[in-house]
């Protein structure tokens, strides 16, 4: 009994975990009754208690009577409170603008989503949903543009100023509207001038962004090129584009104003001459050069050439050149007046070395030690030297005694000493193996 009390006691936190719980809400803004062109927004909020593994999957809406736009990729965090119970979640957002005056009715919508600690996806069912649409005042059944703000704006660029007959001019028109879908923007009169070549270009619809992730409107960039055949002037005519509020359903009207050209009676130039160009191509081309630059130019080929064809005798002379160098180079290591050198620059520190002095000794005269080269010195020089090795690494006497520089006797030793021949013995540094 013991053992089933504790093996309950283990699985009873497995148990009390609940399975997550999910909602989905659904409402249209503004709620009520709309008007014929009028966009509507149908929020729809997903909320889950635990977490979104992957963004949830959303149904297509086709509506008769109706243009209907999809949410963008983003969505809008949600975080709420029911029945005690911290909920988050996701808004999406569709646009639909009804095209007919009649009764809507939006059936139930199945939403899947799939929350941290579920076995599997969730699938979530909405609310049905209906609502009115009724006609304008006024309407004729053309396109209708219906939104709660309408503003238009317009610039222009000129190729030239003053224009002048081949000289062309761009018209910008942009269109901005808030609370209606960007492809419901109607395209603004851009008509023909006489006297003007007209070159539409392909407009630019693109969302107004709210800044949170969904759409507040549509803007709609038109752009017209006239060229200009003849001097006079023209005059680009006035835009007006009729809207309705989708407030209180009255019809209004945003304009631009009109455009005067002059155009002067100078002719259009290119920015070089294509007649010259033309009758340059015409002429023979003739290269006319001095019996000097020829002489020159024939030199440099003939020495171009030599040094082409003599490049193997060329690299041979370079490393030729180079070992040459290189023998100088050890000759003068291996000399006694670089140990000579070696040696007075040593002897010049603090405390001073007798390597160089060694090589020095070895390369002069053919000796490896001091007290046999000494003998070689004159009796002055030899016992200076004597007297220098002494009381520099003899044994201390007590009283103090001051070395004598040592570089005036080597300078005279070198003075009086010839170089001989060192022995292939010596040479080596060896001793005789049986003496």
């Not at 660029?157 to 000289?167: E, I, K, V, W, Y």
Request: aromatic share 8%; glycine share 8%.
């Amino acid at each position: 009994m013991r053992h089933l009390l504790l093996l309950l006691g283990l699985y009873l936190p497995l148990l009390a975990m609940a399975a997550p719980e999910a909602r989905v809400q659904a409402r249209l803004v503004p709620g009520g009754d709309t008007v014929v062109g009028a966009t509507v927004e149908l929020q729809v909020d997903l909320l889950v208690d635990t977490w979104f593994t992957q963004p949830p999957v959303l149904p297509l809406i086709d509506l008769p009577g109706a243009t209907v736009s999809a949410p963008s990729g983003e969505a809008q965090h949600l975080n709420q409170e029911h029945d005690g119970k911290t909920f988050f979640g996701l808004r999406y957002t569709y646009q639909i603008t009804p095209q007919a005056a009649q009764t809507f009715t939006l059936p139930a919508q199945s939403f899947q989503v799939f929350p941290g600690q579920s076995d599997g996806p969730l699938t979530l069912t909405s609310e049905p949903l209906s609502w009115v649409a009724k006609a304008l005042a006024g309407d004729t059944g053309g396109h209708r543009l219906v939104a709660r703000k309408v503003s238009l704006e317009q610039q222009t660029q000129l190729s030239h100023s003053p224009l002048r007959a081949g000289d062309s001019i761009t018209r910008r028109v942009l269109t901005r509207a808030e609370g209606a879908q960007a492809m419901l923007l109607p395209p603004p009169p851009l008509s023909e001038v006489a006297g003007l070549k007209r070159y539409v270009q392909t407009p630019r619809v693109t969302p107004l962004s709210d800044g949170r992730g969904g759409t507040s409107g549509g803007q709609r960039e038109d752009s017209v090129t006239y060229v200009v055949s003849a001097a006079g002037h023209y005059q680009l005519p006035a835009i007006e584009l009729q809207w309705w509020d989708a407030a209180s359903g009255q019809a209004r009207q945003a304009t631009l104003p009109p455009i005067d050209l002059n155009v002067t009676e100078g002719t259009y130039k290119a920015p070089f001459s294509i007649d010259e160009d033309l009758r340059a191509l015409g002429r023979q081309a003739q290269l006319r050069l001095s019996a000097q630059w020829l002489w020159l130019i024939g030199l440099l080929l003939l020495g171009g050439g030599l040094i082409y064809l003599c490049r193997p005798w060329l690299y041979a002379a370079r490393r030729r050149f180079e070992g040459w160098q290189a023998a100088r180079r050890t000759a003068r290591l291996q000399s006694a007046d670089y140990a000579w050198q070696l040696a007075r620059k040593q002897l010049a520190q603090d405390p001073p070395e007798l390597g160089g002095l060694y090589l020095w000794v070895r390369r002069r005269t053919g000796y490896y030690t001091l007290s046999d080269f000494s003998q070689r010195l004159p009796p002055s020089s030899g016992i200076r030297l004597l007297d220098w090795l002494q009381i520099r690494y003899g044994k201390p006497s007590g009283t103090a005694q001051v070395t004598p520089p040592l570089g005036p006797t080597l300078s005279q030793a070198r003075r009086v000493l010839a170089p001989e021949h060192v022995r292939s013995s010596q040479r080596n540094g060896l001793k005789p193996l049986n003496p």
